[in-house]
């Protein structure tokens, strides 16, 4: 026999009753010393229990001097006069330098890492891939349990346990997985086939394992995952700082052990941009995460600001517009991070060379806004040019939703205080109501809204109250409520009754609407129009598609006021209709937009049977009630911008108001002025005696000469003295200079400058021709 084959033979119990002298040259043992000695014995590790005592295929023998030898056995039965075998006869010869057969050759050169074990997990062979993946020698691997060799850890536990099913149920499995190989300490994805491996009478014999090293594929799915969990968490609101955390969430600990968010200062004042200095950026940190608890890698707080030096990473990305990869140990980077008091890589110190660092600049319509940082410090993969390109991908779309929030922003900015310049900042003086209110803007992504509220004074002691919504939100809608807004004041300032007021508002809107502006809300406006005469304290109301207003008695009872809502304004066409009704005093009047008791999912009844109640209850001022009443109806998130005013009724009672009927006739002029006088001094008002009597002539002259019967006179002491003269003629006067010889033209001049503003307006049965002048003292 030759010195690369030798025979043996045992009997059924395993025991060497044979020994060849080709199997004492591979061996080193002669045949005294091994016949008699069971054959398991000589092998290096221990053999599967039962038939036959050694398995076929290559196992490792202990020669006698002690080192390892790898042979190839085939295990014959020798057959018996039973079913059993009496013995085996084994032949075993050197694996050989290499593979000399075609099949042999495919198996070694396979680019998988295949393996053959039996069904202990001992390594029986092996391929070059497999051996390469492992980082041991074949001859440290033969015969030795697949843990044994390899060691305990998560990844050869897994598949450890894989490979005990594949031999106990003789069942093919696949499997992925993903951690360090043996020899490698960089992360791998495998895609690994065990199957089991059967005998000449299909008894699982060993079991084989194929592993395809899929890392590409498998980064590049985490690649593709991620850049679509990029486009539903990044962005979901018009923030910038959530915005910057929602990055920062998706990067850590996905994509880094670490990832910080610095913008520029003047996306968070809704600036404009400024040019990029040349020497060291300041950047405020608005977002950071860590894989790590306590956040150890920060080295600017929140809300801090830092100064980046031209050499940094951050400011190299942020000047050349591209990702920069840096490592640790480079001059620059080691430079930066020690100024920084940033920490060094900790863990394995094979891994401390591979600490690595991603900036990214976050650029959004050709604009800087910022940049993002990426760091890798505990995992041993740095960072590499397909990361680069993911990072500025997912930068690129982190900056878009930041620069969609920093306009918004903006734009919130620029409507809000656009809205506020344009609503009462401090409400008129007057003695018809007691007067607060609330605006609250809406938050939500829509932006502001047109809403809008307005007290205005008019004559003979009313007042008007008014609120009004624009249809929309943004800058447009805000544009067109101050138009609204100045147009209600100058129609109320005609001091034209509710409905008419609305009718003129309504082709203003039609008429805006109808020349195509840009800025024109497209769906026109809502608005409530409610004018109080504290003199009869009779309430009159008009609405345009506005929610009523809801009216508190003194009794504590609360009820809607019968308003017909009628249409919008910019319908055109249809009529708007006035309702009256007279109050007690001390009533509660509260106008409100529809984003009070309107919204997504809310029920309009409920919220206004909500709104009635929280009308009622009692409060110490009239502010205080306004923010029980928004705690009480709207949800912690309105959807919508929300104006509230709540007026309290006042009266004037007998004592305030003289009223006398002026007979037609001009000798009674002068009756009326004496009448008027003494009306002045029964009110301690005797300075003002003289300038009244000049105005109740004119005014009275007027209406005798020009005007037509009935003529009624009166007076009114409130916050000013009025006089107020009315005739059954509907025209209305007006000022005109008269010339150096006219005789007459000059009495409504003389009137407008002794008093303080004068005017006119119409009546049911004519006109009334009005003046004001102050108290004397005030």
Same mark, same amino acid.
């Given at each position: 026999?030759?010195?690369?084959?030798?025979?043996?033979?045992?009997?059924?119990?395993?025991?060497?009753?044979?020994?060849?002298?080709?199997?004492?040259?591979?061996?080193?043992?002669?045949?005294?010393?091994?016949?008699?000695?069971?054959? $398991?014995?000589?092998?290096?590790?221990?053999?599967?229990?039962?038939?036959?005592?050694?398995?076929?295929?290559?196992?490792?023998?202990?020669?006698?001097?002690?080192?390892?030898?790898?042979?190839?056995?085939?295990?014959?039965?020798?057959?018996?006069?039973?079913?059993?075998?009496?013995?085996?006869?084994?032949?075993?010869?050197?694996?050989?330098?290499?593979?000399?057969?075609?099949?042999?050759?495919?198996?070694?050169?396979?680019?998988?890492?295949?393996?053959?074990?039996?069904?202990?997990?001992?390594?029986?062979?092996?391929?070059?891939?497999?051996?390469?993946?492992?980082?041991?020698?074949?001859?440290?691997?033969?015969?030795?349990?697949?843990? #044994?060799?390899?060691?305990?850890?998560?990844?050869?536990?897994?598949?450890?346990?894989?490979?005990?099913?594949?031999?106990?149920?003789?069942?093919?499995?696949?499997?992925?997985?993903?951690?360090?190989?043996?020899?490698?300490?960089?992360?791998?994805?495998?895609?690994?086939?065990?199957?089991?491996?059967?005998?000449?009478?299909?008894?699982?014999?060993?079991?084989?394992?194929?592993?395809?090293?899929?890392?590409?594929?498998?980064?590049?799915?985490?690649?593709?995952?991620?850049?679509n969990e990029a486009a539903t968490l990044i962005g979901t609101s018009l923030d910038v700082v959530r915005t910057a955390e929602e990055l920062v969430e998706l990067?850590?600990?996905?994509?880094?052990?670490?990832?910080?968010? #610095?913008?520029?200062?003047?996306?968070?004042?809704?600036?404009?941009?400024?040019?990029?200095?040349?020497?060291?950026?300041?950047?405020?940190?608005?977002?950071?995460?860590?894989?790590?608890?306590?956040?150890?890698?920060?080295?600017?707080?929140?809300?801090?600001?830092?100064?980046?030096?031209?050499?940094?990473?951050?400011?190299?990305?942020?000047?050349?517009?591209?990702?920069?990869?840096?490592?640790?140990?480079?001059?620059?980077?080691?430079?930066?991070?020690?100024?920084?008091?940033?920490?060094?890589?900790?863990?394995?110190?094979?891994?401390?060379?591979?600490?690595?660092?991603?900036?990214?600049?976050?650029?959004?319509?050709?604009?800087?806004?910022?940049?993002?940082?990426?760091?890798?410090?505990?995992?041993?993969?740095?960072?590499?040019?397909?990361?680069?390109?993911?990072?500025?991908?997912?930068?690129?779309?982190?900056?878009?939703?930041?620069?969609?929030?920093?306009?918004?922003?903006?734009?919130?900015?620029?409507?809000?205080?656009?809205?506020?310049?344009?609503?009462?900042?401090?409400?008129?003086?007057?003695?018809?109501?007691?007067?607060?209110?609330?605006?609250?803007?809406?938050?939500?992504?829509?932006?502001?809204?047109?809403?809008?509220?307005?007290?205005?004074?008019?004559?003979?002691?009313?007042?008007?109250?008014?609120?009004?919504?624009?249809?929309?939100?943004?800058?447009?809608?805000?544009?067109?409520?101050?138009?609204?807004?100045?147009?209600?004041?100058?129609?109320?300032?005609?001091?034209?009754?509710?409905?008419?007021?609305?009718?003129?508002?309504?082709?203003?809107?039609?008429?805006?609407?109808?020349?195509?502006? #840009?800025?024109?809300?497209?769906?026109?406006?809502?608005?409530?129009?409610?004018?109080?005469?504290?003199?009869?304290?009779?309430?009159?109301?008009?609405?345009?598609?506005?929610?009523?207003?809801?009216?508190?008695?003194? #009794?504590?009872?609360? $009820?809607?006021?019968?308003?017909?809502?009628?249409?919008?304004?910019?319908?055109?066409?249809?009529?708007?209709?006035?309702?009256?009704?007279?109050?007690?005093?001390?009533?509660?009047?509260?106008?409100?937009?529809?984003?009070?008791?309107?919204?997504?999912?809310?029920?309009?009844?409920?919220?206004?049977?909500?709104?009635?109640?929280?009308?009622?209850?009692?409060?110490?001022?009239?502010?205080?009630?306004?923010?029980?009443?928004?705690?009480?109806?709207?949800?912690?998130?309105?959807?919508?911008?929300?104006?509230?005013?709540?007026?309290?009724?006042?009266?004037?009672?007998?004592?305030?108001?003289?009223?006398?009927?002026?007979?037609?006739?001009?000798?009674?002029?002068?009756?009326?002025?004496?009448?008027?006088?003494?009306?002045?001094?029964?009110?301690?008002?005797?300075?003002?005696?003289?300038?009244?009597?000049?105005?109740?002539?004119?005014?009275?002259?007027?209406?005798?000469?020009?005007?037509?019967?009935?003529?009624?006179? $009166?007076?009114?002491?409130?916050?000013?003295?009025?006089?107020?003269?009315?005739?059954?003629?509907?025209?209305?006067?007006?000022?005109?200079?008269?010339?150096?010889?006219?005789?007459?033209?000059?009495?409504?001049?003389?009137?407008?400058?002794?008093?303080?503003?004068?005017?006119?307006?119409?009546?049911?049965?004519?006109?009334?021709?009005?003046?004001?002048?102050?108290?004397?003292?005030?």
């Amino acid at each position: 026999m030759e010195d690369a084959s030798a025979a043996v033979f045992v009997d059924a119990r395993g025991i060497v009753t044979g020994w060849s002298e080709g199997a004492r040259r591979l061996t080193g043992h002669p045949a005294e010393e091994a016949v008699g000695r069971p054959v $398991r014995d000589l092998l290096a590790g221990d053999a599967p229990s039962g038939t036959p005592p050694v398995p076929s295929g290559t196992v490792v023998l202990r020669h006698r001097d002690g080192r390892l030898v790898p042979l190839r056995l085939t295990v014959r039965p020798v057959s018996g006069t039973g079913s059993a075998p009496d013995g085996y006869a084994i032949t075993a010869e050197s694996p050989g330098p290499a593979e000399t057969s075609l099949a042999g050759q495919t198996f070694q050169q396979a680019s998988m890492a295949i393996s053959v074990l039996d069904t202990e997990q001992r390594f029986l062979r092996l391929n070059d891939a497999a051996r390469a993946s492992m980082g041991l020698p074949e001859e440290e691997l033969l015969g030795r349990p697949f843990l #044994d060799a390899l060691g305990r850890t998560e990844y050869t536990l897994g598949i450890d346990r894989l490979l005990r099913r594949v031999a106990e149920t003789g069942e093919p499995l696949h499997h992925e997985t993903f951690g360090r190989a043996p020899s490698d300490p960089h992360l791998h994805a495998w895609n690994v086939e065990m199957w089991p491996v059967r005998g000449p009478t299909g008894e699982v014999a060993g079991t084989a394992m194929a592993g395809f090293d899929s890392t590409e594929q498998y980064r590049a799915r985490q690649r593709l995952a991620l850049l679509n969990e990029a486009a539903t968490l990044i962005g979901t609101s018009l923030d910038v700082v959530r915005t910057a955390e929602e990055l920062v969430e998706l990067l850590v600990p996905a994509f880094a052990d670490f990832a910080a968010v #610095d913008l520029l200062d003047w996306v968070l004042d809704a600036d404009e941009a400024p040019a990029l200095p040349e020497t060291a950026i300041v950047l405020r940190r608005v977002a950071h995460g860590s894989a790590t608890a306590g956040l150890r890698e920060a080295a600017v707080p929140l809300g801090e600001t830092d100064v980046y030096p031209p050499f940094s990473p951050p400011a190299r990305a942020l000047r050349e517009g591209r990702a920069v990869l840096a490592r640790a140990g480079e001059d620059d980077v080691d430079r930066w991070l020690g100024g920084r008091g940033a920490p060094h890589p900790a863990g394995d110190p094979r891994h401390a060379g591979d600490h690595s660092l991603l900036a990214v600049p976050l650029r959004a319509r050709g604009t800087t806004l910022g940049v993002a940082v990426a760091v890798r410090h505990t995992r041993p993969d740095a960072y590499a040019a397909d990361d680069s390109a993911l990072a500025e991908e997912l930068a690129s779309r982190a900056a878009v939703c930041v620069d969609n929030a920093r306009r918004f922003a903006r734009e919130r900015s620029t409507a809000l205080a656009l809205q506020r310049s344009l609503l009462p900042k401090g409400l008129p003086g007057q003695a018809a109501v007691e007067v607060a209110h609330r605006y609250l803007p809406s938050g939500s992504a829509a932006g502001i809204g047109g809403d809008w509220f307005d007290v205005i004074p008019l004559s003979g002691s009313r007042v008007a109250l008014v609120v009004g919504d624009v249809v929309g939100h943004g800058i447009p809608s805000t544009a067109t409520m101050g138009r609204l807004c100045t147009a209600v004041r100058t129609l109320a300032d005609v001091d034209l009754p509710p409905d008419e007021l609305l009718t003129h508002l309504d082709d203003l809107v039609t008429h805006l609407a109808s020349g195509d502006r #840009d800025d024109v809300a497209e769906l026109g406006a809502t608005c409530l129009y409610v004018v109080y005469d504290p003199v009869s304290r009779r309430l009159t109301a008009a609405a345009a598609g506005h929610p009523a207003p809801a009216l508190v008695l003194p #009794d504590g009872t609360c $009820r809607l006021v019968p308003v017909s809502a009628g249409p919008p304004l910019g319908v055109g066409g249809l009529p708007f209709e006035a309702t009256e009704l007279q109050l007690p005093y001390g009533s509660l009047v509260a106008l409100y937009t529809d984003g009070l008791v309107a919204g997504r999912d809310r029920d309009v009844d409920h919220a206004t049977g909500e709104l009635c109640h929280a009308l009622t209850v009692p409060a110490d001022s009239l502010g205080s009630l306004c923010d029980s009443v928004l705690k009480a109806v709207l949800p912690e998130e309105p959807g919508d911008d929300v104006a509230l005013l709540v007026a309290r009724t006042r009266a004037l009672g007998a004592e305030q108001v003289a009223t006398r009927d002026v007979p037609y006739d001009a000798a009674e002029v002068a009756a009326v002025r004496q009448w008027a006088v003494d009306r002045l001094t029964a009110w301690g008002l005797d300075e003002a005696a003289f300038v009244t009597e000049l105005v109740v002539s004119e005014l009275v002259t007027n209406a005798i000469r020009y005007g037509a019967p009935p003529i009624h006179l $009166r007076l009114i002491r409130d916050h000013a003295l009025i006089c107020e003269v009315a005739d059954a003629n509907p025209t209305s006067p007006h000022l005109r200079r008269a010339h150096a010889y006219d005789e007459g033209g000059r009495g409504l001049l003389l009137v407008a400058q002794l008093t303080q503003r004068w005017g006119s307006r119409q009546t049911h049965g004519g006109k009334m021709i009005w003046a004001e002048q102050p108290l004397p003292g005030t």
